[in-house]
């Protein structure tokens, strides 16, 4: 093989070399990117997008799934400004991490709603939630606006309870979609429910309705989750229509 041959095979191969190299730095940048914008900035937990990628896994591995959103973060913006409200937004994650654990599914949905799929011991899941909103609502220490107080909004779907469900259980794993469109309109709707009665948490009860008993409980316009619910599920007819 003559010299010159020689330079230019060795400098093909280096530039495949850094080809490579570089691909791989571009592949473990993009990687790294993708799951920046898949988390929230502010909290730390999962935004909507990495919420629905891991929601299938999270829901093979739990037992429910729940919706949650805070009473009076609005004032708490107006009177004390959007930094105080953002140590709140964190302090609550902070305490959904704490209360749950790591191998919970958690997010940030955007603005002051968080969703979540874990496992409760369903023998005392009464006292499991009531011991999670005492923490949730335990004031919050702000520099400069002190103790601000925050309540909750918590509505709990258990998997059982959900019609979906069953076809995961019989082996028919590609449902899961399914169930997590039913999971939140269950869950969305105890929320409401819990507004409605004036309670920090409610749990989904298909004996109340299977579909969405928050709808009869609360005139609340429903604005969450619209896009997640089976689009068969019958709209209820407001009272007194």
């Not at 302090?91 to 969703?115: H, K, P, S, W, Y």
């Not at 023998?123 to 499991?128: D, I, R």
Request: proline share 5%.
């Amino acid at each position: 093989m003559s010299a010159t041959l020689t330079v230019l095979t060795g400098a093909a191969t280096a530039a495949a070399g850094t080809s490579a190299v570089g691909w791989f730095v571009t592949a473990r940048t993009l990687r790294r990117r993708t799951g920046e914008l898949e988390h929230d900035g502010l909290t730390g937990l999962w935004r909507r997008e990495g919420f629905d990628k891991h929601a299938p896994a999270a829901l093979a591995a739990g037992n429910a799934i729940a919706l949650l959103d805070l009473d009076g973060f609005k004032q708490i913006n107006d009177t004390h400004g959007h930094p105080a409200g953002d140590e709140v937004l964190r302090a609550v994650a902070e305490r959904l991490v704490a209360e749950l654990g790591d191998q919970a599914l958690l997010a940030r949905l955007g603005g002051d709603e968080f969703a979540v799929i874990t496992t409760l011991e369903l023998p005392t899941v009464h006292e499991q939630l009531q011991q999670l909103a005492t923490a949730l609502t335990a004031p919050v220490t702000v520099p400069g606006a002190g103790e601000l107080a925050v309540g909750v909004s918590l509505g709990v779907a258990r998997l059982r309870d959900l019609p979906a469900f069953a076809d995961t259980t019989a082996g028919r794993r590609e449902h899961w979609p399914r169930v997590l469109a039913e999971g939140l309109a269950a869950a969305d709707a105890a929320m409401y429910a819990a507004k409605a009665l004036r309670r920090d948490w409610q749990l989904f009860d298909r004996a109340v309705d299977p579909l969405r008993p928050a709808q009869r409980l609360c005139r609340t316009p429903r604005r969450r989750y619209r896009q997640h619910g089976p689009a068969a599920l019958p709209t209820a007819t407001p009272r007194g229509a």
